[in-house]
């Protein structure tokens, strides 16, 4: 399966989602003005993929920032994961949290959508050196 890359933008977050690895992920901030142009392309990316998946698919979040529709789409990326786990596909997703308020979010995610999920405080210290 081809892979999605695309450089993060003032407004967009950088995608990284790569079909030999099978590692999703997406990194920076999110506050698109239409969020459907940047996430419409990931969610038939996914379902490509989910299509004939790996055997590991792990979606990793990055975000300091992402917007209410953001959230939507974010959302229902987990959702489609959540379809692929209940049919015996193994997906995680891990949150990398710089601060409380997506921290919160990651863990209101994991109550409402039914997959493996790690959730992580971080600072910007320890991403800056995971970076170099």
């Given amino acids: 399966m081809e892979s999605l890359f695309k450089i993060k933008t003032p407004l967009t977050p950088q995608i990284s989602f790569d079909g030999v690895t099978g590692i999703l992920e997406l990194s920076g901030r999110s506050l698109p003005e239409v969020a459907l142009n940047t996430y419409k392309p990931l969610l038939e990316w996914i379902d490509s993929y989910l299509a004939e998946p790996l ?37 995680k997703a891990i949150w990398y949290c710089e601060d409380d308020d997506i921290y919160d979010l990651a863990n209101d995610y994991k109550a409402l959508v039914d997959i493996p999920m790690e959730i992580h405080q971080v600072n910007n210290e320890e991403e800056e050196e995971e970076d170099n």
Avoid at 59 to 65: A, D, E, K, Q
Avoid at 83 to 88: D, G, Q
């Fill in 55 to 91: 055997d590991e698919t792990l979606m990793v979040f990055r975000l300091s920032y992402f917007n209410t529709s953001s959230s939507k789409y974010i959302m229902e990326m987990l959702k489609k994961m959540e379809v692929a786990y209940k049919n015996k596909i193994s997906v």
